[in-house]
């Protein structure tokens, strides 16, 4: 196989995505199409690449590479490939068109060279793409049917081949796509799904390790399963069946790739992993019914028993006679019976794979409610016999050691779910409690684990504003602050302004409360109020220990700010978040804290205060023109006119029916100015100080989303819910 070492990492990094989630997200997607093409660009030295995507009866553009080779030190031809570039990965193409919709509809790959019989389609080409093709690839994405296609143009001329491509290119080109069709199809439908059996095979082929499909196919030590034990095994997913010596034995897995088990199996078993073969989960299960009667703790909560099928049997004991099956009523009642633990996992783990950020757990007057927080909008899951509210509260509170018998003051913990669950679920929960009339509510924010940061460029800053803040976030000392409500993405873009400045000579640290990313390279503190470790102390600290950035969680207080400001007025660069609605507002708010008005303005660099807004879906969103009001704001905002897109009332699968999916940054970048300055000293109202700023370049919250808008990121209804016009016009 050609390249295998970049193989090699592309299939593992695919394979990571997988396997690391029940359901990988929609929002994996983007991320997926660039590591899957540049893996491609390096492993075949081409020199253009495109990445299709079939969305209904069209042929859609995901992502276009053009290599430097193309223009050399020519700018003017270097800015036409750009602009080509923007303009397809707005195009969509019907269905059936060109090379790539014969290899969609055929299902069958093409290779052509110049020389060749198809020389002439190589040349007509040329006056698309406009630059000379001397080879083509082009390849389906194919599951169950034929999702996209991949197709690269010419190699390097430093490649040696004369600009053509070989049968090996070929046979990686084909590889790549089967590894990443089906992590892609999983994406963009949700009923698409692998079947055990299909997905053992899957893992076994990226990781180059043994398959095993029956039990006659390998050696089992039954007294080695003996003494190993049922927990561990359970626990962990793996399956010692051979000792290969005194200190080692071979395991079947489902997740090879699962090192964490690997080490976490070696320590409570005193035992070396030697050899690894890969199994499915369902050969994995017979092998626990064969060597293993059902435990408790397997009854307990680490079945695979859907949310939907606990909820029918607790409400069936309340509403038919207080049994349903072998389950009563009083079983119920307690935190430790086996129906309450698989519901508070299962309520934890449908959240996350639906892609929730918060789950609220509500008690009301007849009932408990169930509802996740999905894209900046509450929406209800289940609703409960009021009769289970005890039991489970008290469930969700011994998971995150918090006081059961305290139920009148509100309390706050931190679950961490893998410690309760065999599945692979690198994720914490920020809990929440607080005594309402009708019983203790519980919110629980998810923080997935799993997930990395993503670069400035995909957090929707506008390309000013994305020039302007990383000019501030390489400024040697001063005051870097983020603004906004709870969810509204500060942490995120705090995190990938770090990753930015992020090198060896660079030494940063932060103070957070919860970690919500482990980063590389960072010194990151976890506060703990019960023993003291305040943002106040952790700052203190930070100062005696050479940092040259400093990231604290949130400025609450007065002594957080003021030590805040003095770092920042010490030669560090220090970034943080409060809460504010906009940008200026955030001067007053400081200013409450008891930090005098020429220290801020000589700490501060700049402001930036944030929202989310939910995409409007891509594949089923509705053009039209803007008319009235709506052409009135959009003229008063951003001086535009023109098409805009609403959504579709009925959605599509790609939005499973929502017509949103995902969402978009918009951003209020409020960089300090000698205005500024002056205008902070004077202690101006919040008005002027928007006035000041905006003649300084700054663009409000309302005319970023406006711009959002035009772009075709959202509606303009969903800009006005969360953010009204300005009203200093």
Known sequence: MATPNLASALRR???????????????????????????????????????????????AFKHVFYSPTLWGKDKDKEKQFQETQAKLLTLKLPLGTGNVGKVIQTGESLFFNKGGEDTASLMSMAKTTGFEVNSMLTVPLKTTSVIGAIQVLNKEPTAGTAGQFTDKDLALLKEVAEYSSALIQRMVDPKFSVSPDDTARFISNLTELPLVTKLEEIEIDEKLIEVTGDAIIRREGIFPHKRLSPNSVAVLMMNPLDFAKRESFSQATEMHIEE??????????NLLLKFFKATKAAVAGNEEVDIGSVADIISTVYEGGGTAGDVKASDLESEDSAPIIQLANRIIEDAYVSGASDIHVEPMEKELLVRYRIDGLCQEKLRLPKQVCNALVTRLKIMCNLDIAERRLPQDGRIVFKNFTKKNMNIDLRVATAPMKDGEKVVMRILDKSKSTLPLPALGFSDENLARYRECIRQPYGMILHCGPTGSGKSMTLYSALGEVNTPDVNIQTAEDPIEYTLAGINQMQMNRQIGLTFERALRCYLRMDPDVILVGEIRDKETAQIAVEAALTGHLLVSTLHTNDAPSTISRIGEMGVECFNLSASLVCVCAQRLLRRVCKNCKQPYEAKDREAELLQKAIGWSGQIFKANPQGCPTCNGNAYKGRVGIHELMVNSEALTEGINKEVEVAQLKRIAMKSGMKTLHQDCMLKVKMGLTTIEEALVNVPPDMIF
Do not use: C, H, W
Not at 20 to 25: D, G, L, Q, V
Not at 50 to 55: D, M, S
Not at 276 to 285: E, K, N
């Open 276 to 285: 690894v073969r890969v199994t499915s989960a369902t050969l994995f299960d």
């Open 13 to 59: 990094s695919l394979l990571i995505k997988v396997i690391s989630k029940p359901a990988p997200s929609r929002e994996d997607l983007t991320s997926v199409i660039e590591l899957t093409a540049s893996k491609v660009v390096e492993a075949l030295q081409a020199q253009s690449m495109t990445f299709y995507l079939v969305e209904g009866n069209d042929i």
